[in-house]
């Protein structure tokens, strides 16, 4: 795995949230990142695919906040 994905990958880290919508949500898009990371060629297109999901998540986890 490149430094690029592995510096994604930090981001999708969820044991710092409390249990709940937050975390759960979190969680999803934690296995999804690796899932992608393990299974796609380590070019930049991958990266970019990490970095979109990780917008993604973000948007999601606060949707979360008002479950």
Not at 17 to 22: A, N, V
Not at 55 to 67: E, I, M, Q, T
């Amino acid at each position: 795995m490149n430094k690029a994905t592995e510096q994604v990958l930090r981001y999708f880290e969820f044991d710092h949230l409390p249990d709940g919508p937050r975390r759960d949500t979190s969680r999803q898009f934690y296995g999804l990142a690796h899932e992608m990371a393990e299974s796609l060629p380590e070019i930049p297109a991958t990266t970019q695919c990490l970095n979109d999901l990780l917008r993604a998540k973000d948007w999601a986890v606060r949707a979360a906040l008002d479950l």
